[in-house]
């Protein structure tokens, strides 16, 4: 199903692309047809592998959830709100792990474009004596588009330690709490064994 899909995907996309005016072709850099081509096709078939994984994932953790609110309604209401923070955090993350992504895109679509003329008009560069300015400019274009993605990179690992510490804090704030819970008697200890081995599980929510 995946290996039809991304056929499917590129099928549509040459059909787009050869219904083109020439005109708008012209003005339209080759990267962007390329990148759509090899890249996005195979990112939309993944999306698809990737709802399956989730949706289980999500039904089952829901329904941890629920059994957790019947053993201890005060442990259900922090992992409620643990699950919560996550899902702000990692809401933000997405968003500004989205634009950087898709400023390196662009700027990547722009170097396979100059690549590729370069390939394409071999013979022009090398009657007019501009063979070198050309590499020069594309390896400029591809820095540039290779600095955009190391800054995207290290704003996720930026984000990703900072997820550790809000998961370590509330993990040491979840175990004391247990603690507590047991000596007061609101809690048995292998109903808070059970909570405790798999409560892990909610993060993936």
């Known amino acids: 199903m995946d290996t039809k899909v991304v056929f499917d995907i590129k099928t549509a996309l040459i059909r787009a692309i050869t219904a083109v005016q020439m005109k708008k072709n012209d003005q339209t850099n080759n990267g962007i047809y390329i990148e759509r081509l090899h890249e996005d096709s195979g990112k939309c078939s993944d999306v698809l592998l990737d709802i399956m994984g989730v949706a289980l994932d999500l039904i089952s953790n829901i329904a941890f959830l629920i059994y957790i609110a019947f053993l201890n309604f005060w442990f259900f209401l922090m992992l409620l709100a643990y699950v919560i923070v996550l899902w702000l955090f990692d809401n933000k993350k997405e968003y500004v792990w989205y634009i950087q992504r898709r400023q390196f895109r662009n700027k990547r679509e722009v170097a396979t474009g100059a690549y590729n003329e370069q390939v394409r008009g071999l013979r022009d560069l090398k009657s007019l004596n501009i063979r070198n ?44 709490a247990g603690v507590l819970f047991i000596q007061s008697g609101w809690i048995l200890l292998s109903e808070f064994l059970v909570i405790y081995m798999y409560h892990g599980n909610i993060r993936n929510l």
């Open 133 to 176: 300015r050309t590499i020069t400019d594309a390896g400029d274009k591809f820095r540039d588009a290779q600095a955009i993605n190391q800054k995207s990179r290290f704003t996720r690992r930026k984000f990703v330690m900072a997820r550790d510490i809000i998961a370590t804090i509330f993990e040491v704030g979840f175990f004391l």
